[in-house]
């Protein structure tokens, strides 16, 4: 009977191990540093996601900054380059012998 008992327990203690959501858990992470050291860290999945979010969209409002300051406020509004653009193409053969080709975009 003991052994019946432990057997229940053991299967239902191992269901609430295996039904327990670790996606979105902060992971611990073991790796090397740039000084050679061994170093230990706590990683966040979400907060990763969060800070990359938020480059992109402070590289994006300096981008903007920076053509409103040029003078393209076109471009600054926008989120793009203005109407004097033009686009160059360049064609290229590699080492290879493969055709390479470059797209260059230049405003005035």
Not at 14 to 30: R, W
Not at 57 to 73: I, N, P, S, T, V
Request: glycine residues 8%; positive net charge.
């Amino acid at each position: 009977m003991k052994k019946v008992f432990l057997l229940a327990a053991v299967a239902l203690g191992s269901s609430l191990f295996v039904t327990a959501p670790t996606v979105a858990q902060p992971q611990i992470q073991l790796g090397i540093g740039a000084d050679g050291r061994p170093q230990l860290g706590v990683r966040d999945p979400e907060r990763e996601r969060f800070e990359r979010r938020e480059r992109r969209r402070e590289r994006e409002e300096a981008e903007r900054a920076r053509a409103y300051e040029e003078g393209r406020r076109d471009a600054a509004r926008a989120g793009r380059y203005g109407d004097n653009c033009r686009n160059i193409t360049i064609e290229e053969e590699d080492r290879r012998g493969r055709l390479v080709t470059r797209r260059i975009r230049r405003c005035d």
